[in-house]
């Protein structure tokens, strides 16, 4: 980091909005009431059918077995739920909140197995009292299993809050470039702030925005120890690793074959120039410059980390025969 500042600093000094919500008391209250309450109905009648079962047993048979329904019950299902559906229980759901990584990721098992571990002490046996305090302590509302989870719960419905997160995707010519890239050492508080950028430097103004893209890409070059390639202006770089987070956070949830690059953009998005270097709102898919100014042909393989690009030659309108596409300054690595 330059000049002492950390990254929240960097990114709330340079009036980038931080795009998650975090949930209030009340709403989270209301979610845990409602997970709770369908917890001990699913445990009450699941001890009602294992009383009947193993009424045959001696008293430490039942205890033993007491016990077990308890920690799967109260416990497992909880964990196995907010693990299997990113981050959403039924009363999360419900209340429209979603627990997130720090860094606005979607959570793990990991994630959530710290959660519930602390769950049990903040919720069940203080019967929430813990996590009410920590809760008004905090200053984003966590409780002690999200401080040592590293997570945050949000709120989801939020008018306009789809869009305000939206991380572009980065130039076709780059996707794939950082496949061999080790993002392990990079912190959660980097990774936040290089999404808060891309989802707002085309608000910044133009000399804030560069110098902010080149301060974020120093911090995440001397993190992965690799220099970016060059020529390469530092909003494409920071946009193109953050996509290759995606796509590794992708297949590890849903498989190889999840996480393709068009997965990544909603319709009518894509990179034109903006202020700060960086893309603006009203390009669509076909603007992707390359070389010249023109869009970079289909099916041009794509090199590794430290090999240059050469994109290959478009047919200009009088060779062609059609309109040519507009120019966007945005030109790829010689």
């Given amino acids: 980091m330059e000049g002492g500042r950390s990254v929240s600093d960097l990114v709330t000094g340079d009036a980038v909005v931080l795009g998650l919500r975090p949930a209030r008391l009340p709403s989270r209250g209301l979610a845990i009431v409602i997970d709770m309450v369908v917890q001990w109905v699913v445990f009450l009648v699941a001890s009602v059918v294992l009383l009947a079962a193993t009424s045959s047993l001696d008293e430490a048979a039942r205890t033993a077995v007491s016990i077990a329904l308890f920690v799967l019950v109260l416990v497992g299902v909880p964990i196995a739920v907010e693990t299997l559906s990113r981050g959403r229980s039924l009363g999360k759901l419900v ?30 046996m203080t019967f929430g009292t813990v996590a009410i305090i920590a809760s008004l302590v905090s200053a984003r509302g966590r409780r002690l299993g999200d401080v040592f989870a590293g997570t945050l719960v949000v709120r989801e419905r939020v008018p306009g809050a789809a869009r305000a997160a939206y991380v572009p995707p980065p130039p076709p010519w780059l996707v794939g470039r950082f496949s061999e890239l080790d993002l392990s050492a990079v912190p959660d508080g980097l990774w936040l702030a290089v999404r808060q950028y891309l989802t707002r430097m085309h608000q910044l103004d133009p000399a804030v925005g560069a110098s902010m893209a080149a301060r974020l890409a120093d911090d995440l070059v001397a993190c992965t120890g690799t220099p970016a390639p060059p020529g390469v202006p530092a909003a494409a770089y920071l946009a193109a690793v953050v996509h290759e987070r995606q796509q590794r956070d992708a297949r590890r949830a849903f498989g190889p074959g999840a996480g393709g690059p068009a997965a990544q953009a909603p319709a009518g998005a894509g990179w034109a120039p903006g202020p700060g270097g960086g893309p603006g709102p009203g390009a669509g898919p076909g603007a992707w410059p390359g070389a010249g100014g023109g869009p970079v042909a289909a099916g041009m393989p794509v090199a590794p980390v430290g ?16 309109d040519a596409p507009p120019a966007t300054g945005f030109a790829p690595p010689a």
Avoid at 99 to 123: I, K, M, N, S, T
Avoid at 307 to 322: Q, R
Wanted: proline share 9%; glycine share 18%.
């Fill in 307 to 322: 090999v240059p690009v050469v994109p290959a030659a478009v047919p200009s309108a009088a060779a062609g025969g059609g």
């Fill in 95 to 124: 209340c429209g909140l979603r627990v997130v990584r720090d860094d606005g990721g979607p959570v793990r098992f990991r994630h959530a197995l710290v959660r519930g571990a602390l769950g049990v002490f903040e919720l069940l």
